[in-house]
């Protein structure tokens, strides 16, 4: 008793205003506890969900209500966010945190780290924004809110050479999903005969009824010019199960073994010989899953005009190239994502040969760069370091 009562206690703010980051910041939590539970009495508190109350926090707004998309939504909801902000300041002048850390959510996070900052408060934030995309300008005032920023790709830190920020990439995370993933015993899937193919046409509305009807046109081309084919469209949540397949109800061109797989995405990449994949983060599981695949992305004519003068500074949309700094998986965007170049990149990568062999050994080298497992670990002792 006594001795419990010499700990010092340690507030500890921490905003993750969407899921995936909510998951990171519990794992994070916990290797801090891990780290200094002995040491110190430990308070969490802030921003996040069911996971990061698991482990302790008080959470004062939930990622049901936080994790929103798109800027109309954002809108809609303008007053909820003005409010929360109040809040989150609020917190900070009457807590007084030892420490900020928050997690990607730029948007909210870089107004109350700057808040923060000026409050004294030591700010620490995971996951850099995509200023080598878009914003560039961000670049300084990302260097003066933040005392530590601590990347998941390599080539982020050097984009903060010359600022001051004590910057660190620590491994990706997705290494540990995947690494985890690789472990467990591989479930049955609905897979038919021949060469298994996946299919991830995306998972928002707009963006099945734009790409599913081209790549299912793909896939009929690709079986008639390989053979026997089995493909699998992983549906993560009954909401995006209920798109699929009332987009799938209206097309009239499918390839003779189709299924539809509830979660398991990461299994059915692992299985895969070769995957159609929608641009986005499922590319990067492909990759580690040493899938190969093809990247497909198509928005409203407006929308791509207006991503192209947004978009600055890369060559690349998929992640995997953009690591790469060249493209290893083939590109098709906007008008190039028909049914036949899909087929035409795709077929390649499922026939034994040297397109095939070139791509998996260039995935292998892209997976090395992204570091070991471990990376939260690593960056929970990092982060208990300066709580120390």
């Given amino acids: 008793m006594e001795e419990a009562a010499k700990k010092r206690n340690l507030r500890i703010m921490i905003s993750a205003g969407e899921v995936s980051g909510e998951l ?13 539970g002995a040491e110190f009495d430990l308070e969490f508190f802030g921003i996040g969900g069911d996971k990061m109350v698991a482990e302790g926090a008080e959470i004062i707004a939930h990622v049901s209500q936080t994790g929103v998309i798109g800027i109309w939504e954002v809108l809609k909801r303008a007053r909820f966010f003005t409010n929360l ?71 982020e830190p050097k984009l903060f050479d010359g600022t001051g920020l004590d910057c660190h990439f620590l491994g990706h995370p997705m290494v540990d999903v995947i690494e985890q993933t690789k472990r467990e015993q591989a479930p049955e899937l609905p897979w038919g005969n ?34 026997e084919c089995s493909f699998i469209i992983p549906t993560p949540t009954e909401q995006i199960d209920k798109l699929v397949r009332a987009e ?63 978009i600055k500074g890369v060559k690349n949309v998929g992640i995997v190239n953009i690591v790469a700094d060249r493209e290893i998986t083939p590109e098709l965007l906007q008008e190039d994502a028909s049914a036949e170049r899909m087929a035409e990149e795709l077929i390649p990568l499922i026939k034994q040969g040297s397109k095939r062999d070139k791509q998996l050994a260039d995935l292998k080298a892209v997976c090395d760069s992204l570091g070991s497992e471990g990376s939260i670990a690593r960056t929970g002792k990092f982060i208990s370091e300066i709580l120390r």
Avoid at 24 to 36: D, F, G, S, V
Avoid at 198 to 221: H, M, Q, W, Y
Wanted: hydrophobic share 45%; charged share 20%.
């Fill in 194 to 227: 021949g060469h298994r193919i996946a299919l991830f046409p995306g998972s928002r509305r707009n963006e099945i009824a734009r790409l599913l009807p081209d790549i299912l046109k793909a896939a009929v081309l690709v079986e008639k010019e390989v053979g």
């Fill in 85 to 155: 902000k109040k809040q989150l300041q609020n917190m900070i002048d009457v807590r007084k945190p030892d420490l900020l850390l928050t997690v990607d959510y730029p948007g909210m996070n870089m107004r109350i780290a700057e808040y923060a900052h000026s409050k004294g408060v030591r700010t620490i934030h995971f996951i850099c924004p995509q200023v080598w995309a878009w914003h560039q300008e961000r670049i300084p005032k990302i260097a003066r809110i933040f005392d530590h920023l601590i990347t998941i790709f390599p080539f």
């Fill in 248 to 310: 799938l109800a209206k097309c009239k061109i499918v390839p003779k073994q189709l299924a539809l797989c509830a979660g398991n995405s990461r299994h059915v990449l692992q299985q895969a010989t070769a995957a159609i994949i929608k641009s986005g983060t499922s590319t990067l599981e492909a990759a580690l899953m040493c899938c190969p695949h093809i990247v497909v992305y198509r928005v409203s004519k407006l929308s791509g005009m207006i991503l192209r003068r947004m």
């Fill in 24 to 36: 990171y910041a519990a794992n994070i939590m916990r290797e801090i506890k891990q780290q200094l």
